[in-house]
Each structure stands twice: as structure tokens, then as C-alpha cells.
């Protein structure tokens, strides 16, 4: 039996009942000169299948000689999903990847048992205006596969299967979802989409994954009677068909989902594990600083700085 702390085998099923499980509020932050909005972990969900981190940053217009400078830093235990609507990020880890990733590709970071990557808009793209707008979230992996050696992974937005028609656009960034699969494997299963409705158009939740959830990203949806406007997250009822449909503005929708993880999970920073001891390793090997012969090494070619530990 997969672990769901809000499955509650006693809880009544059909019209009695509203089919959203929990909304949340994003929290936001101000991180210089752009705002995230943080929906996962919240105090009322740490995760939703896989999905353990759920951030939107933007939409922000840099100027010439503005943008993001993430140093590098360490991950454990998750994957990195970075979908941009707007802009690109360079991309650089200590497995050697150099990449720039673009609007509508799609880029799976697997930290396993460690990576270390920064993320910069660096180099000619700096010299120009840029708008930047994007997700990026984070993939708790199975027991199994917390020890597993990192591997980025990249597809180009053409090779990404779009579903069309009745108003909607529907591109799948991973997993499956509606008879269609993406192309990069993921540590789980699971299903990530990116849908633009145009007004009153309505989906499907895909039904074939336990737990489910919906990011309002632009516009309004009407779910079960009740309307939803951007920067809200729902998570639903397993089990119960749902369906949603944009409001007279339209909608963009992030749909995520996939089976409940073996168990809860530790977060603290960059680190995410099944247990404490874990994060206490990794916090060590980050805080020691070998990086030649350590579990952490820094990008080939950005390695002349990096996060150091936090205090607490």
C-alpha cells in the first residue's frame, strides 16, 4: 500500500462531496528583483505524487546586464524539472553538462546520490533584454533509487507530444497522461503537463495516476462550481473524475500528479531524503568541501565559487 497521509479509506465518495481535496495559496518571495511563488511544500501538502517542490518564478523583464546568477550548489535524493515558458537558463554540473535550457524543452536534473549544478544567464544572452518565465519543480525519489549516480536528461520541445483540439493545447513535459508518453524517463511514475484552454474550453484530470493536482498559471478555471484565478494549486481526490474549464478569459494550467511516494519525506535546503540521517551525510560532505575527492564536485567550468552550507 503506497503512502498518503490525506487518503482517508473512511472518507464518503460522490456528489456529497466537493472533489478538491486542499487549495493552496502560494507563498511569495522576493528574491531581487523578481517574485517566486512557492505552492509545494505547503503547510497543507509536503507532496503531490512525486512532486515535492513547486515554484514559479516570474514573469519578470531583465534588463541588459541583468539576470539570474545561482551559483553552484549541491542536490540528494530528487530530480530537478525546469520548464520555461519565457527565456533560457544556462545550465552547467558537475557531470560536465553545459546547457542552455529553453522555453518548452524540457530538463530533468537526477541528483541521486549527489550533483552539484549552477544556473546563470550569463555570456551574450546577459548583454540583451530578456522576459523570463518558468517552472521549476522537484521529483522525491523512490527509496530505491536515492543512491543512484546523477544524470541530466534534455528533450527539445519538438519532441515533446502535443494533444490538440475542442479549444486546448496540450503538450506532455513527462511521464503519461491521455494514451501519450513523453520522452524522458522518469524515477517514478507520474504525469506532467502544460495546458492552454482558450475561454470555456474544459479537460479531463488524467485518470490513471493516484494523486493529482492543478496549478492555475494565467487566467481562471471553474472546478466543481467554484472558480479558481492564477497562483492557486488543487489537489484532488484519487479516484474521482474531474474535469475543468477555463473561465471567459481562458487559462493556462500546469497539471501534475503520479503514485503517492513509500513514505514521507526530510527536506531541508537543497537536500531531500527518506530519512535524517541522509540529509546529515550530505550536509557534512557539502560543509568539507573536497571536491576532488569528496561525494561533491563543482561544474567544470564554473567553479570558481559556490553556495556555502547554511547556518541552520
Given at each position: 500500500?503506497?503512502?498518503?497521509?490525506?487518503?482517508?479509506?473512511?472518507?464518503?465518495?460522490?456528489?456529497?462531496?466537493?472533489?478538491?481535496?486542499?487549495?493552496?495559496?502560494?507563498?511569495?518571495?522576493?528574491?531581487?528583483?523578481?517574485?517566486?511563488?512557492?505552492?509545494?511544500?505547503?503547510?497543507?501538502?509536503?507532496?503531490?505524487?512525486?512532486?515535492?517542490?513547486?515554484?514559479?518564478?516570474?514573469?519578470?523583464?531583465?534588463?541588459?546586464?541583468?539576470?539570474?546568477?545561482?551559483?553552484?550548489?549541491?542536490?540528494?535524493?530528487?530530480?530537478?524539472?525546469?520548464?520555461?515558458?519565457?527565456?533560457?537558463?544556462?545550465?552547467?554540473?558537475?557531470?560536465?553538462?553545459?546547457?542552455?535550457?529553453?522555453?518548452?524543452?524540457?530538463?530533468?536534473?537526477v541528483a541521486g546520490e549527489g550533483i552539484t549544478h549552477s544556473e546563470r544567464i550569463d555570456g551574450q544572452a546577459r548583454q540583451e533584454p530578456m522576459s523570463m518565465f518558468g517552472i521549476q519543480s522537484w521529483l522525491a525519489l523512490p527509496k530505491d533509487k536515492e543512491d543512484d549516480p546523477a544524470a541530466f536528461l534534455?528533450?527539445?520541445?519538438?519532441?515533446?507530444?502535443?494533444?490538440?483540439?475542442?479549444?486546448?493545447?496540450?503538450?506532455?513535459?513527462?511521464?503519461?497522461?491521455?494514451?501519450?508518453?513523453?520522452?524522458?524517463?522518469?524515477?517514478?511514475?507520474?504525469?506532467?503537463?502544460?495546458?492552454?484552454?482558450?475561454?470555456?474550453?474544459?479537460?479531463?484530470?488524467?485518470?490513471?495516476?493516484?494523486?493529482?493536482?492543478?496549478?492555475?498559471?494565467?487566467?481562471?478555471?471553474?472546478?466543481?462550481?467554484?472558480?479558481?484565478?492564477?497562483?492557486?494549486?488543487?489537489?484532488?481526490?484519487?479516484?474521482?473524475?474531474?474535469?475543468?474549464?477555463?473561465?471567459?478569459?481562458?487559462?493556462?494550467?500546469?497539471?501534475?500528479?503520479?503514485?503517492?511516494?513509500?513514505?514521507?519525506?526530510?527536506?531541508?535546503?537543497?537536500?531531500?531524503?527518506?530519512?535524517?540521517?541522509?540529509?546529515?551525510?550530505?550536509?557534512?560532505?557539502?560543509?568539507?568541501?573536497?571536491?576532488?575527492?569528496?561525494?561533491f564536485q563543482l561544474p567544470v567550468d564554473d567553479n570558481a565559487e559556490f553556495i556555502p552550507l547554511p547556518d541552520q
Open positions: 500500500m503506497s503512502w498518503n497521509p490525506a487518503l482517508d479509506p473512511h472518507t464518503p465518495t460522490g456528489d456529497d462531496v466537493d472533489s478538491i481535496e486542499t487549495v493552496i495559496v502560494p507563498r511569495a518571495r522576493d528574491l531581487g528583483g523578481f517574485e517566486v511563488r512557492r505552492a509545494l511544500p505547503s503547510p497543507k501538502r509536503q507532496m503531490v505524487g512525486p512532486f515535492i517542490f513547486f515554484d514559479q518564478f516570474g514573469p519578470v523583464e531583465f534588463l541588459s546586464g541583468q539576470g539570474i546568477d545561482v551559483r553552484p550548489h549541491p542536490h540528494i535524493g530528487l530530480a530537478t524539472v525546469t520548464y520555461l515558458h519565457k527565456g533560457k537558463i544556462h545550465h552547467r554540473d558537475s557531470l560536465g553538462t553545459d546547457q542552455w535550457i529553453e522555453a518548452g524543452a524540457v530538463n530533468l536534473m534534455n528533450a527539445a520541445p519538438e519532441a515533446l507530444p502535443e494533444l490538440e483540439g475542442e479549444g486546448k493545447v496540450v503538450r506532455l513535459i513527462l511521464g503519461e497522461a491521455y494514451g501519450e508518453r513523453a520522452p524522458v524517463e522518469t524515477p517514478s511514475e507520474m504525469c506532467y503537463l502544460d495546458a492552454v484552454l482558450q475561454p470555456g474550453a474544459a479537460i479531463p484530470l488524467p485518470d490513471n495516476h493516484e494523486d493529482r493536482g492543478v496549478y492555475v498559471l494565467e487566467g481562471e478555471i471553474e472546478v466543481a462550481g467554484q472558480s479558481f484565478a492564477s497562483g492557486r494549486m488543487m489537489v484532488f481526490r484519487p479516484g474521482d473524475r474531474v474535469s475543468l474549464k477555463a473561465g471567459r478569459t481562458g487559462a493556462r494550467l500546469m497539471i501534475l500528479g503520479g503514485a503517492t511516494m513509500d513514505g514521507p519525506r526530510y527536506l531541508w535546503w537543497n537536500f531531500v531524503a527518506s530519512s535524517q540521517e541522509r540529509i546529515e551525510a550530505a550536509k557534512e560532505a557539502w560543509r568539507a568541501g573536497d571536491w576532488e575527492h569528496g561525494r
